[in-house]
């Protein structure tokens, strides 16, 4: 019991003096072949080790990454979805933007016209009448007998009704719809019909007029019922017959007028003529 | 089956008539998709007529109901069967010639007749089967179509009844009577879900 301190002082002096030899052997370079045999022996374990604690970290980076990408995924997805959407509503923007621009250019160019720009809201139910609903009526200024045109000063049809808030247009391919025409180029006139397909039809040329398919048929004015130089649509046929008083001349609308969206009242526009409410 | 008719007795009488708070803004609704959506979905001239459609389906619910009374020995409820497809279309019409420049009432007046025709042949014809609805989806719609454009003539609008026929009435043939299994079905839904909360009631 008395010499355990001493026996344990000599433990540590021998120990210290191997490692003080082992560095000075080492530094010799006379250590490296035991160095090179304890490295041999233990490379292979280490090697498992490291894998083992390697592959280990990874499945804990790994669960963590997924965790991340899932989370990021599901980010990167619901701002796709925003993007998509904005990208729709800014494409539809851009189209009612055109629109509404095609309008105000006609605006600029007939400063005379107090015109307002309104939604279509609905067609007429019925597939024998060619009608649509506009999202304006007493209101705001409406009344029967107003001129509707759309972008590219193209008529689209006149007020028929006018309730409080909404009024009725008949468009110009109605059947009973009769408009005062001319052609732009020969400036031949006549009487644009509409058609049961949707199409037009001026009718009431005189036969010694030139007409041909291309041509602008525009509005005459004459009647006071419309405007002048509004635009009607493009000849695409020609019927002509000597036996017959007059020629006719099938028109494409300049718009598609089954497919309105917005578009603009002529409010100080006061028509000569009354329109039945029909 | 006596028991159910016993029980439904009462039941079944206020089922026939469409109780306003259901009728108004279902047809409502079916008349303002008329006019803001059926024209998006035109194909050859043809539109969904998804009110004269309801109207029909309608009218042949309402007959079958009549024709169950009658076997249990209630005549009078033929009648009751024939009116609530007048009704509805009646209630139908008026809501789409608010929204139309057509003369007001001649929707309503066509839907009517429609209806009836359709009531009265469904409530007299002596073993529905399958095709009874196909058939009256057709005779409604030729029904419907005439009164309307008889009335336009009538009226003194400018009809051209060739392109009628061949733009208009045959393509909303072949339509409706692709439409008609799945208006007829939903209606047919509908009015199974009303008369079981009618009978829990």
């Known amino acids: 019991m008395i010499n355990r301190p001493r026996s344990r002082s000599w433990t540590l002096f021998i120990l210290a003096l191997i490692a003080v030899l082992a560095l000075v052997l080492h530094e010799a370079g006379q250590l490296q072949p035991v160095e090179d045999l304890a490295q041999y022996i233990v490379s292979p374990v280490q090697r498992s080790i490291a894998g083992l604690v390697g592959d280990t970290g990874d499945l804990f980076t790994t669960f963590r990454d997924v965790r991340e990408l899932r989370d990021e995924n599901r980010r990167l997805q619901a701002e796709n979805n925003q993007l998509v959407t904005e990208n729709i509503h800014l494409m539809e923007l851009e189209a009612e933007n055109a629109t509404l621009r095609d309008l105000l250019k006609f605006t600029r160019n007939n400063p005379n016209y107090v015109t307002l720009t309104v939604d279509v809201i609905g067609r007429d139910p019925s597939p024998y009448l060619g009608s649509i609903v506009i999202s304006a009526g007493q209101d705001r200024g409406l009344k029967p007998g107003m001129p509707i045109i759309t972008v590219g000063a193209a008529l689209v049809g006149r007020v028929t009704q006018v309730s409080p808030r909404t009024a009725k247009v008949q468009l110009l391919m109605d059947v009973s719809s009769a408009v005062n025409a001319l052609v732009q180029s020969s400036r031949a006139t006549g009487l644009v019909k509409g058609q049961p397909d949707g199409m037009l039809v001026m009718d009431f040329i005189p036969l010694e007029e030139k007409v041909r398919p291309g041509d602008i048929v525009l509005t005459s004015g004459l009647g006071g019922e419309l405007p002048r130089s509004l635009v009607i649509g493009t000849v695409t046929d020609v019927v002509k017959r000597d036996i017959d008083l007059f020629q006719s001349a099938a028109l494409k609308p300049a718009v598609d007028l089954n497919r309105l969206e917005v578009v603009q009242v002529i409010l100080n526009f006061e028509s000569l003529t009354t329109l039945p409410s029909k | ?201």
């Open chain 2, 1 to 201: 089956m006596s028991g159910v008719f016993i029980i439904g007795r009462a039941s079944f009488d206020i089922l026939m008539s469409p109780s306003p708070y259901f009728t108004l803004p279902f047809l409502l609704m079916v008349a303002i998709l008329q006019s803001a959506a059926a024209p998006r979905l035109e194909v050859s001239g043809a539109r969904p007529d998804l009110m004269l459609l309801s109207v029909v389906s309608w009218s042949l619910l309402a007959a079958f109901r009549a024709r169950e009374l009658q076997y249990a020995g209630e005549p009078p409820s033929l009648l009751r069967g024939i009116n609530d497809g007048v009704v509805w279309g009646f209630i139908g019409g008026i809501f789409l010639d608010l929204l139309s420049t057509a003369p007001f009432g001649l929707s309503a007046l066509a839907l009517m007749v429609a209806a009836l025709v359709v009531g009265v042949f469904s409530v007299g014809v002596s073993s529905p089967g399958f095709m009874l609805v196909p058939l009256m989806a057709v005779t409604g719609t030729l029904v419907f179509h005439i009164v309307f454009l008889a009335g336009l003539t009538l009226t003194s609008r400018p009809v051209f009844w060739n392109a009628a026929v061949t733009g208009v009435i045959l393509p909303s043939v072949v339509f409706n009577l692709v439409l008609i299994p799945l208006v007829y079905g939903l209606l047919s839904l509908l009015n199974r879900q009303t008369s079981r909360e009618r009978l829990q009631w």
